[in-house]
């Protein structure tokens, strides 16, 4: 089977017209998030080498995010330059045969390969997203056959497709009454493109630049977000009290799936409860009824493992997520370097950290 590949997406429709063939993919793939990556990665972007793979015909097989970024004299295949946060790793369309799936997956990575050795790229790091098809599909961490290692960890998908009598049962217990209490004492609004505005938006960053003490990204990025929400493409649940806004919790989506991707409070308004429980919930309910499959709440952290070292606040955020019900799923990730020098220091760096960290959690001697 003998392959295109297209570039420069900007200009190109073949993305939308895979996205429009295959409906069950998470919000990650779509351009508008794409341009979200690149604002986000700010003066560390260095080119868009994302691409689609079609065939003689002209239909669409398979998409690949794939970003270049520069830091200091390192190139990588990477998004944001974090450890392992990732590109998502390439889709391949549902309606062919497993043997032609793995045909494809096979030169995929190869092409990927040949763009990181003609860029310089000394690692690339890519997560199977678990909101999408393709991923059910295969089911393992497939990253590991093209030279990747693992570097799973474990999130939280709840399963929308139950009706909310179960949902709610799902629920942790003390969750259930700081929502029922916070649903009677303040105003819960879901913010859409049917009812979203410059204003509101406002309010929302606001909120975000006031929790974190600082802004914490660049401005184009609010801009994309907003951009989200006008087409259809994300979600803010906002909660009011005494008519001022005390906090948001923003969701990207797609029509299969939803993730939850930040919240925040406003720190000069005192909460009888927190806000937390009844924005994800509101948040369940919503989905629920566009007829979402999956809502993914992220990262569960138990402890350090030899790609990751989690803070003890990045835990205690674990726990309350799993308060929400739904089922702990592997997050499979992976990341391949095409430097001995670079991973000798990494994997040295990680090799202390990590040990350093299990020591003193599990008191071992």
């Not at 295959?22 to 700010?42: E, G, R």
């Not at 007829?291 to 726990?319: A, H, V, W």
């Not at 991973?343 to 040990?355: G, P, R």
Request: proline fraction near 3%; hydrophobic fraction near 35%; charged fraction near 25%.
């Amino acid at each position: 089977m003998q392959f295109i590949y297209k570039y420069d997406l900007r200009f190109n429709s073949l993305w939308e017209k895979f996205l429009q063939r295959n409906t069950d993919i998470s919000p990650f793939y779509s351009l508008v998030w794409m341009k979200y990556q690149a604002a986000y990665s700010d003066d560390r972007f260095k080119d868009d080498h994302s691409f689609v793979a079609i065939n003689k015909l002209g239909s669409v097989l398979a998409i690949c995010p794939l970003y270049l970024e520069q830091y200091g004299d390192e190139k990588r295949l990477s998004y944001r330059g974090e450890y392992l946060e990732a590109l998502r790793a390439p889709l391949i369309t549902g309606d062919i045969s497993q043997k032609n799936r793995d045909m494809i997956r096979r030169a995929l990575f190869g092409e990927i390969d040949r763009i990181a050795q003609q860029n310089g790229a000394v690692k690339c790091n890519f997560i199977v997203d678990p909101l999408c098809g393709d991923s059910h599909r295969e089911g393992y961490n497939y990253l590991s056959r093209y030279g990747y290692l693992d570097a799973s960890l474990t999130t939280i998908l709840i399963d929308l497709r139950k009706d909310l009598t179960s949902l709610w049962k799902d629920l942790r217990a003390s969750y259930k009454s700081l929502i029922k209490k916070s649903q009677r004492m303040y105003k819960i609004v879901v913010l859409d493109a049917n009812s979203i505005t410059k204003e509101k938006f406002l309010a929302y960053a606001d909120i975000h630049h006031k929790a974190a003490g600082r802004i914490t990204r660049p401005q184009r990025t609010f801009d994309i977000q907003y951009e989200m929400l006008l087409s259809n493409n994300a979600c803010l649940i906002g909660v009011e009290i005494g008519g001022s806004w005390a906090g948001f919790a923003y969701f990207m989506h797609s029509e299969y799936s939803a993730y939850y991707g930040s919240g925040a409070e406003d720190p000069e308004i005192e909460t009888k409860t927190p806000l937390g429980p009844v924005m994800q919930w509101t948040a369940i309910e919503y989905y629920a009824g566009k007829g979402c499959r999956y809502i993914e709440l992220d990262n569960q952290y138990f402890g350090p493992q030899f790609f990751e070292c989690p803070s003890t606040k990045d835990m205690t955020i674990s726990f309350f997520k799993r308060g929400f019900g739904g089922s702990l799923k592997p997050l499979y990730r992976g990341v391949k370097y095409y430097d001995k020098r670079v991973m000798a220091a990494e994997l040295d760096y990680l090799k202390n950290v990590v040990m350093e960290r299990y020591f003193l959690d599990n008191i071992v001697r």
